[in-house]
């Protein structure tokens, strides 16, 4: 056979009659509707995908989907290009521009294969030992050429212009992989009545049964995939999901699905598909039926273009009519991989068979010896032969092999240009392990298979180690039936299959030379990781398998080591003569394979990045001109000016309308979280400095929250609304970060508390009513209750009607004057504002904003957490000691209070300032330093937290964090500013008005 390499029949996954034209490293090349890349590209003789990441070697298809690790293409241009997809997972359209990666100038001429005539002095773990000296190198030399080499493709320019969707559901029973194993299972639970989801990464379901022999009930494994697919299809209570990979298995049976909707059709995305969906699905039960993964085996110069595992010559013979090349080579330890021979042999493709193994005596050894196929047992590759630059293989050397043997003493060479290998085949445990699965090792598959979880998840089929096609339906059929929960068992079909003979493990094919130090066996394809490399990091004293992992970055290419770990650990077995399960695992993490962020941020793009927060008076505070300022995600009025002020004249006009009549805020923002459940009290105990659980019902209190490092990071009221049930306030930015917090230490420490969180904050509008008039205004709005200080005192709480607005009624104050805060749900907010505003109209009242707010804080001497605090400051240094309970056993943070560190003479402490000027206003974040000089360093004593012009006061006021504050009242010190400007203040109490609280007892 001559290039190209398509065949005149086969190939079952094409359409011969419509053909397809698309580019590859800008040359146009054709195939037919539903090859892949990788078939199309093979098609037109193309052998070389890729270059590996540190040699640059070239680099073929050794794959059939996503375990492929060599053949990684960027697919599509500019803002839609896509790097690192693997090309036999991308299905060709017309029009489709593909790129391969990591070359330059191009695939076939790259400068970076210097790399490989250098790489017995760049072995693994080099880069601990070099580019060490001279040390001013590493900045301007080093550093950048390390970071030019990193990396693999090249990012999309521009913004991406398509959409992507994310989805949340349930479902009784979910079944990852539609091969044999996986319809099976989804059939038997979906007979049962359960709601099932299958999905499976690849177009058509099936798994390898178009590419694997045997009957289930007398019909071909291809026929009945197609037979049982198109009925759970049409079952109401199955979902199925094609181009769907399952890329993680997290806790309490929660999994994330990819589903790639429109990457192999373009007109999808003009009809507004979304390009990528990301599934979040929550499983009663799950069945792993992922199937197993073929292993290469290790031989020198494995890695050439037209070496690839025997599956994949197969599949690409049998699904797109693509032979590998003119005449083979099959190398094997285990019966499968002579269904390869057979399937080439029909072909047309020349092909011999070499079996590592003794003996071969199989059903399937002896039909290829029967078709006239040379097989030659006791025997391995011992080194591939290339062309010029190691594109083209033109022969390999055979060598007599017996298990234990260390070195070829002769060889044969026999001509050919492709290897098509099996080592054997390994279960597909990533999913398995993700979430804590244990996993053994079976001596018998000689691979690890499933053994326990704490997760309702069951393994079926080849992802159980179960290779037999009877035993491999019973497990399906079995599972399916029990997890479904009926009762029902689904009866078993009747399955015939060759017998195959048990593999024997050959992890190092010996070879003669230097090319028996195993410097040129490759492990890890993608990161030229070689068995000489795992030899050398256990030599270095990198004896635990995790260590070697990161010594030699085997198995953290972009493939995750679906091809390599288990080669990997033979490999260290007998290096140390320890067993494989004495060597250990490494370990599986998410996701399978990769995903996009597309999908991960779903439809949270643009103007839903950060949503843009708006209480429901936001249009009255626009109608009112206000003026806005960002408070988290928020955005609050910040000052409302009229006419020809400016927003200073505004603030001072909202401060003396709250001091001398009464003012309105809208507080909406607060974060509100009601907190129920018998153990509601002792869980508030827990989470703030003080008490909570001595709370009377209708009562509030204030509370401060610190970390487990001793400082504080929110602080609120929280109100006593009955027994078992708390709502509890938080700083307007803190809300979603405390309620997580909450639910954190819930979930994961005090997991025995029978206590729900649930913010609230948007259910409710709450509105402040400050200054001395303020009691007239709610009386003005027929309270169903009564709101006399006797009867409503301060910090206390009371529910009932504003006239026909239902409300919860706080006796609070952020101002130092008498406040009420008034809370509704949130349909109600516009009208109770108006409502209010209509009945302070006779009394002054006036809306006003944060900065006014701030102000009057800040005149009283009440702290902000996040102003007066700077992520290291404790109660005790903000003067609010009385709040740290001493009499209960234990809450977040107590024990770290205790350290010296927290308890020294020198800690920065809140204290108020009063500058020498009451005319200057000192600029927030100013730097107190313990002596003026000319210019810096200048040693800092603290900095300002808070600093406001009172107008109230007639002067400036400011609070700051000053180290030993509180021992330096009246001290006066100084604040260099830029330009050589220097205030001086006067170090005083924090409380600048009403220090006796007489404004808001009344």
Same mark, same amino acid.
């Given at each position: 056979?001559?290039?190209?390499?398509?065949?005149?029949?086969?190939?079952?996954?094409?359409?011969?009659?419509?053909?397809?034209?698309?580019?590859?490293?800008?040359?146009?090349?054709?195939?037919?509707?539903?090859?892949?890349?990788?078939?199309?590209?093979?098609?037109?003789?193309?052998?070389?995908?890729?270059?590996?990441?540190?040699?640059?070697?070239?680099?073929?298809?050794?794959?059939?989907?996503?375990?492929?690790?060599?053949?990684?293409?960027?697919?599509? =241009?500019?803002?839609?290009? =896509?790097?690192?997809?693997?090309?036999?997972?991308?299905?060709?359209?017309?029009?489709?521009?593909?790129?391969?990666?990591?070359?330059?100038?191009?695939?076939?001429?790259?400068?970076?294969?210097?790399?490989?005539?250098?790489?017995?002095?760049?072995?693994?773990?080099?880069?601990?030992?070099?580019?060490? @000296?001279?040390?001013?190198? @590493?900045?301007?030399?080093?550093?950048?050429?390390?970071?030019?080499?990193?990396? /693999?493709?090249?990012?999309?320019?521009?913004?991406?212009?398509?959409?992507? =969707?994310?989805?949340?559901?349930?479902?009784?029973?979910?079944?990852?992989? %539609?091969?044999?194993?996986?319809?099976?299972?989804?059939?038997?639970?979906?007979?049962?009545?359960?709601?099932?989801?299958?999905?499976?990464?690849?177009?058509?379901?099936?798994? &390898?049964?178009?590419?694997?022999?045997?009957?289930?009930?007398?019909?071909?494994?291809?026929? @009945?995939?197609?037979?049982?697919?198109?009925? /759970?299809?049409?079952?109401?209570?199955?979902?199925?999901?094609?181009?769907?990979?399952?890329?993680?298995?997290?806790?309490?049976?929660?999994?994330?699905?990819?589903?790639?909707?429109?990457?192999?059709?373009?007109?999808?995305?003009?009809?507004?598909?979304?390009?990528?969906?990301?599934?979040?699905?929550?499983?009663?039960?799950?069945?792993?039926?992922?199937?197993?993964?073929?292993?290469?085996?290790?031989?020198?110069?494995?890695?050439?273009?037209?070496?690839?595992?025997?599956?994949?010559?197969?599949?690409?013979?049998?699904?797109?009519?693509?032979?590998?090349?003119?005449?083979?080579?099959?190398?094997?330890?285990?019966?499968?991989?002579?269904?390869?021979?057979?399937?080439?042999?029909?072909?047309?493709?020349?092909?011999?068979?070499?079996?590592?193994?003794?003996?071969?005596?199989?059903?399937?050894?002896?039909?290829?010896?029967?078709?006239?196929?040379?097989?030659?047992?006791?025997?391995?590759?011992? %080194?591939?032969?290339?062309?010029?630059?190691?594109?083209?293989?033109?022969?390999?050397?055979?060598?007599?092999?017996?298990?234990?043997?260390?070195?070829?003493?002769?060889?044969?060479?026999?001509?050919?240009?492709?290897?098509?290998?099996?080592?054997?085949?390994?279960?597909?445990?990533?999913?398995?392990?993700?979430?804590?699965?244990?996993?053994?090792?079976?001596?018998?598959?000689?691979?690890?298979?499933?053994?326990?979880?704490?997760?309702?998840?069951?393994?079926?089929?080849?992802?159980?180690?179960?290779?037999?096609?009877?035993?491999?339906?019973?497990?399906?059929?079995?599972?399916?039936?029990?997890?479904?929960?009926?009762?029902?068992?689904?009866?078993?079909?009747? +399955?015939?299959?060759?017998?195959?003979?048990?593999?024997?493990?050959?992890?190092?094919?010996?070879?003669?030379?230097?090319?028996?130090?195993?410097?040129?066996?490759?492990?890890?394809?993608?990161?030229?990781?070689?068995?000489?490399? /795992?030899?050398?990091?256990?030599?270095?004293? $990198?004896?635990?398998?995790?260590?070697?992992?990161?010594?030699?970055?085997?198995?953290?290419?972009?493939?995750?080591?679906?091809?390599?770990?288990?080669?990997?650990?033979?490999?260290?077995?007998?290096?140390?003569?320890?067993?494989?399960?004495?060597?250990?695992?490494?370990?599986?993490?998410?996701?399978?394979?990769?995903?996009?962020?597309?999908?991960?941020?779903?439809?949270?793009?643009?103007?839903?990045?950060?949503?843009?927060?708006?209480?429901?008076?936001?249009?009255?505070?626009?109608?009112?001109?206000?003026?806005?300022?960002?408070?988290?995600?928020?955005?609050? %009025?910040?000052?409302?000016?009229?006419?020809?002020?400016?927003?200073?004249?505004?603030?001072?006009?909202? &401060?003396?309308?709250?001091?001398?009549?009464?003012?309105?805020?809208? %507080?909406?923002?607060?974060?509100?979280?009601?907190?129920?459940?018998?153990?509601?009290?002792?869980?508030?105990?827990?989470?703030?400095?003080?008490?909570?659980?001595?709370?009377?019902?209708?009562?509030?209190?204030?509370?401060?929250?610190?970390?487990?490092?001793?400082?504080?990071?929110?602080?609120?009221?929280?109100?006593?609304?009955?027994?078992?049930?708390?709502?509890?306030?938080?700083?307007?930015?803190?809300?979603?970060?405390?309620? +997580?917090?909450?639910?954190?230490?819930?979930?994961? =420490? @005090?997991?025995?508390?029978?206590?729900?969180?649930?913010?609230?904050?948007?259910?409710?509008?709450?509105?402040?009513? +400050?200054?001395?008039?303020?009691?007239?205004?709610?009386?003005?709005?027929?309270?169903?209750?009564?709101?006399?200080?006797?009867?409503?005192?301060?910090?206390?709480?009371?529910?009932?009607?504003? #006239?026909?607005?239902?409300?919860?009624?706080?006796?609070?104050?952020?101002?130092?004057?008498?406040?009420?805060?008034?809370?509704?749900?949130?349909?109600?907010?516009?009208?109770?504002?108006?409502?209010?505003?209509?009945?302070?109209?006779?009394?002054?009242?006036?809306? $006003?904003?944060?900065? +006014? /707010?701030?102000?009057?804080?800040?005149?009283?001497?009440?702290?902000?957490?996040?102003?007066?605090?700077?992520?290291?400051?404790?109660?005790?240094?903000?003067?609010?000691?009385?709040?740290?309970?001493?009499?209960?056993?234990?809450?977040?943070?107590?024990?770290?209070?205790?350290?010296?560190?927290?308890?020294?003479?020198?800690?920065?402490?809140?204290?108020?300032?009063?500058?020498?000027?009451?005319?200057?206003?000192?600029?927030?974040?100013?730097?107190?330093?313990?002596?003026?000089?000319?210019?810096?360093?200048?040693?800092?004593?603290?900095?300002?937290?808070?600093?406001?012009?009172?107008?109230?006061? #007639?002067?400036?006021?400011?609070?700051?964090?000053?180290?030993?504050?509180?021992?330096?009242?009246?001290?006066?010190?100084?604040?260099?500013?830029? #330009?050589?400007?220097?205030?001086?203040?006067?170090?005083?109490?924090?409380?600048?008005?009403?220090?006796?609280?007489?404004?808001?007892?009344?």
């Amino acid at each position: 056979m001559s290039k190209p390499y398509r065949l005149n029949g086969g190939g079952s996954r094409i359409d011969r009659s419509k053909r397809v034209t698309f580019s590859f490293d800008g040359k146009t090349l054709s195939g037919f509707q539903g090859d892949t890349i990788a078939s199309a590209v093979m098609a037109s003789g193309q052998r070389v995908f890729g270059r590996s990441f540190k040699y640059h070697r070239p680099r073929g298809i050794v794959g059939l989907g996503s375990e492929e690790m060599n053949a990684l293409t960027g697919v599509g =241009e500019g803002a839609r290009h =896509e790097p690192n997809l693997r090309a036999t997972q991308i299905e060709i359209f017309n029009g489709l521009s593909a790129v391969s990666q990591n070359r330059w100038p191009s695939l076939n001429w790259d400068v970076g294969a210097i790399n490989n005539a250098m790489s017995r002095f760049i072995p693994g773990g080099f880069y601990y030992k070099t580019l060490m @000296w001279p040390a001013s190198f @590493w900045k301007h030399v080093y550093e950048p050429i390390i970071r030019r080499a990193a990396g /693999l493709g090249k990012a999309p320019e521009g913004r991406d212009p398509d959409t992507y =969707e994310q989805i949340h559901v349930h479902c009784d029973v979910l079944v990852i992989g %539609a091969g044999i194993a996986g319809l099976a299972a989804a059939e038997a639970a979906a007979a049962n009545g359960a709601k099932v989801i299958l999905a499976d990464e690849n177009p058509r379901f099936g798994g &390898i049964a178009d590419i694997s022999g045997g009957t289930i009930d007398g019909h071909s494994l291809d026929q @009945w995939s197609a037979t049982t697919s198109a009925k /759970l299809a049409a079952a109401e209570n199955v979902h199925v999901l094609n181009r769907t990979t399952v890329v993680g298995h997290f806790h309490h049976n929660f999994l994330m699905l990819f589903e790639r909707l429109a990457d192999h059709d373009p007109a999808l995305l003009v009809a507004g598909v979304p390009r990528h969906r990301l599934w979040k699905v929550r499983a009663h039960q799950v069945i792993l039926a992922t199937g197993s993964i073929e292993r290469p085996i290790a031989f020198a110069n494995n890695d050439r273009p037209g070496v690839m595992l025997a599956s994949a010559a197969r599949g690409m013979i049998e699904r797109y009519g693509v032979s590998p090349g003119a005449s083979g080579v099959v190398f094997t330890n285990n019966d499968d991989a002579y269904q390869t021979a057979l399937v080439l042999k029909s072909a047309g493709v020349g092909v011999r068979v070499v079996d590592s193994r003794g003996r071969a005596e199989g059903a399937l050894p002896n039909k290829a010896r029967e078709m006239g196929i040379t097989v030659e047992t006791g025997s391995v590759i011992s %080194a591939v032969n290339t062309s010029w630059g190691g594109l083209n293989i033109t022969d390999v050397k055979l060598a007599s092999y017996r298990k234990g043997q260390g070195r070829v003493i002769k060889e044969t060479k026999h001509a050919c240009d492709f290897v098509a290998m099996s080592g054997g085949w390994n279960p597909a445990l990533h999913l398995w392990c993700h979430n804590g699965g244990k996993i053994r090792f079976d001596e018998q598959i000689q691979s690890f298979r499933p053994d326990r979880h704490n997760d309702k998840i069951t393994a079926v089929g080849a992802a159980n180690g179960s290779f037999g096609l009877s035993q491999i339906l019973e497990e399906a059929y079995a599972a399916g039936s029990k997890l479904a929960g009926s009762g029902n068992v689904h009866p078993v079909p009747a +399955a015939v299959q060759a017998d195959e003979r048990p593999l024997e493990p050959i992890w190092f094919a010996p070879a003669t030379g230097k090319y028996n130090e195993g410097n040129k066996h490759f492990i890890d394809f993608q990161n030229d990781v070689t068995a000489a490399d /795992l030899e050398l990091a256990q030599r270095e004293g $990198y004896e635990s398998v995790e260590h070697t992992k990161r010594y030699t970055t085997f198995g953290m290419a972009t493939d995750q080591g679906k091809t390599s770990n288990l080669n990997g650990l033979g490999v260290l077995s007998e290096a140390t003569g320890k067993s494989i399960p004495e060597i250990g695992v490494t370990t599986f993490r998410p996701p399978y394979t990769p995903f996009s962020f597309g999908s991960i941020a779903g439809v949270l793009t643009k103007q839903l990045f950060l949503p843009i927060r708006r209480t429901a008076i936001y249009q009255w505070h626009v109608d009112q001109k206000a003026v806005f300022e960002p408070v988290g995600q928020w955005r609050r %009025a910040y000052t409302y000016p009229r006419g020809a002020e400016d927003k200073h004249a505004a603030i001072d006009r909202e &401060i003396l309308a709250v001091r001398n009549k009464v003012g309105l805020l809208d %507080a909406s923002t607060l974060g509100k979280i009601e907190i129920k459940g018998p153990d509601a009290a002792e869980f508030l105990d827990r989470m703030y400095t003080n008490m909570f659980s001595t709370l009377k019902v209708g009562k509030c209190r204030y509370g401060l929250m610190m970390n487990e490092l001793g400082f504080l990071t929110d602080d609120g009221v929280t109100v006593r609304l009955a027994d078992d049930h708390f709502l509890m306030h938080t700083t307007s930015g803190g809300a979603d970060r405390i309620a +997580a917090w909450l639910e954190e230490w819930l979930q994961t =420490e @005090w997991t025995h508390y029978k206590v729900f969180v649930t913010p609230v904050t948007e259910q409710w509008s709450q509105f402040a009513i +400050a200054g001395p008039k303020a009691r007239e205004v709610l009386k003005k709005l027929d309270p169903s209750f009564d709101i006399s200080h006797e009867a409503l005192p301060h910090m206390s709480f009371v529910e009932g009607k504003l #006239g026909p607005y239902p409300v919860r009624l706080f006796r609070i104050s952020f101002s130092g004057e008498l406040s009420y805060e008034v809370a509704t749900p949130s349909n109600y907010g516009l009208g109770l504002w108006k409502a209010i505003l209509a009945a302070g109209e006779e009394f002054g009242l006036e809306a $006003y904003g944060t900065e +006014a /707010l701030h102000v009057l804080r800040a005149e009283k001497g009440y702290i902000v957490v996040g102003d007066e605090t700077d992520g290291t400051t404790t109660p005790i240094d903000v003067g609010l000691d009385g709040l740290v309970s001493k009499k209960k056993a234990d809450f977040i943070g107590k024990r770290s209070l205790e350290q010296s560190y927290l308890k020294g003479p020198n800690r920065k402490q809140l204290v108020g300032l009063l500058t020498e000027d009451p005319n200057d206003v000192l600029p927030d974040g100013a730097y107190a330093v313990r002596q003026v000089k000319d210019k810096p360093p200048m040693e800092m004593i603290g900095q300002v937290t808070s600093s406001y012009k009172s107008p109230t006061l #007639g002067r400036s006021i400011a609070m700051a964090l000053i180290e030993n504050g509180r021992n330096r009242m009246g001290e006066t010190i100084s604040f260099p500013l830029p #330009g050589g400007k220097v205030m001086r203040a006067t170090i005083t109490d924090t409380v600048f008005y009403d220090k006796e609280g007489a404004k808001l007892n009344v």
